[in-house]
Every structure is written in C-alpha cells, then in structure tokens.
C-alpha cells in the first residue's frame, strides 16, 4: 500500500465536502481552461477529454464546460492562468509535489512556500523530487463495488499495469494514454469509481511515524484547501492503524 493511496482515500472521503463548497467545481473549471489552450477539440485533445469527464463525474453543468473550453481557446475573455509544478519536502523527508493554477504566480509561489516552511517542510529546486515519480493514470473502485477476480480480468484485459487494494478501495494504475480504455471499461461492466485522474505516483515509499507522520498529514490537507491548488503527490507511506488514528 502506498502513501499516495492513502492520501488519495482520504481525498476521496472529502470529496462530497469540497463539492459542496464549490472547490470542486473550481478546480475541474481550472483544468478545462488549461487543457483547451491546446485545442477546443476533445476528440483531438486527451487532456481536455479527461477533464470533461472528471467534470461530468462531479455533475458539472455543460454550460459551465462551454465556457472554460472557450476561455481556455481564447473566445471568451477570462484570467489568463498559469500552471505551476512546486517541488519540496515534506517532515521525515517526504517528497511532495503540488499542482497549481493560478492568475498570480507571485502570490500563489510565496503562499506555497510559507505552508511548506510553517509546516516542517520546505521548497526545493525544480527536478530535485519529481524524478521519484511517475506519470499514471490512476482510478480508484470502493472495495464493496466488485471482486478482485473480475476487476483484475478486467483492467488487465484493457491494458492496465496493476490493480492494488489500499485497506478498502481497488486501485487501478495504467498508462496515461490508456486512462481512458481503462476507465471505459470498468464503466461498460457497470463498476462505478470513486476517482479518476491521471496523477504522479511515487516510484518508492518513506515510512513516517509519530509526529512526522502526523505533520505530513497536516501539510498535505493545508496544500490541498488552498485554492490555488489542483494536486498534491507525496510518496510517504504510513502504517495501516496509525494512519486511522491520524485520519
């Protein structure tokens, strides 16, 4: 089990709440108008499909997708938005990674770094972690929802690389360029996902315990309520009974 499917199970768990506030819907906004800077086409544009399906999963209105496609292609005046990879550490010497977009880079860069310092962990150089992680798809089925034996036949059949269980959830890790096979085909054998995304998974795990374990829990919710951020990806690893004590 990996840190990041921990992680990744307690976002999920927050999932209904951040819907609830909106954050939701910001974040997926954000990544339409990003992705369509490439081409208003999903059929031609991977990123931008991925991202309207991840905005129709949270019910998205198709209005709302109209219009962040057409601010992302520039036929609708809007903030231009950047796109910022931070690196850093995290306490124990976790490594982190946190997406963002944002209409102020100066802001947005020196919000992250007084969260990371505040909180036991400091920026890094660009490339100093992100090579500890690689680019996959990553789709999480809730346990009850299906058998290991027919969620395996199937995603393997699709092409998947692996399928793991987290204490309570299926994850399924694929290719970026199968996201959409994988994710289609557990759909078609009516499996419903809790999450589906293509994010940065760690190629190697750092135990933490005690208060590093429980700070790099804190650093990891801080990031994510800021508004500016989209992801957070960190490859800390935490024992099964201490991390529901923590959670």
């Known amino acids: 089990m990996s840190g990041h499917s921990k992680w990744a199970t307690i976002k999920h768990k927050k999932a209904a709440l951040d819907s609830k506030r909106g954050k939701m819907f910001t974040r997926v906004i954000k990544e339409i108008t990003i992705a369509a800077r490439h081409g208003g086409d999903p059929d031609a544009n991977p990123r931008l499909r991925t991202a309207i399906t991840a905005a129709k999963a949270v019910s998205m209105p198709a209005d709302n997708i109209k219009r962040a496609i057409m601010r992302g292609t520039g036929e609708l005046e809007g903030g231009q938005i950047d796109e910022i990879m931070f690196e850093g550490y995290g306490p124990g010497g976790a490594a982190v990674l946190v997406q963002v977009a944002t209409d102020n880079r100066n802001r947005t860069v020196s919000e992250i770094r007084h969260l990371f310092s505040?909180?036991?962990?400091?920026?890094?150089e660009q490339g100093s972690v992100s090579w500890m992680f690689e680019r996959k798809s990553h789709i999480i089925v809730e346990?009850?929802?299906?058998?290991?034996?027919?969620l395996m036949d199937?995603?393997?059949?699709a092409g998947a690389?692996?399928?793991?269980?987290?204490?309570?959830?299926w994850e399924i890790i694929s290719a970026p360029e199968l996201h959409e096979k994988v994710l289609d085909a557990v759909h078609k054998a009516g499996i419903p996902t809790a999450s589906a995304e293509i994010g940065m998974i760690p190629k190697n795990l750092i135990k933490l315990e005690g208060k590093n374990a429980s700070s790099?829990?804190?650093l990891s919710e801080i990031l994510e309520e800021h508004d500016d951020v989209q992801?957070?990806?960190?490859?800390f690893d935490i024992d099964e009974k201490?991390?529901?004590?923590?959670a």
Do not use: I, P, Q, T
């Open 231 to 235: 992801n957070v990806y960190s490859n």
């Open 154 to 157: 199937l995603v393997l059949e």
């Open 161 to 169: 690389d692996d399928l793991r269980n987290d204490g309570g959830n």
């Open 143 to 150: 346990g009850d929802k299906a058998s290991e034996d027919k």
């Open 242 to 246: 201490e991390m529901e004590a923590l």
């Open 216 to 218: 790099m829990l804190k």
């Open 118 to 124: 505040k909180n036991g962990g400091n920026l890094a």
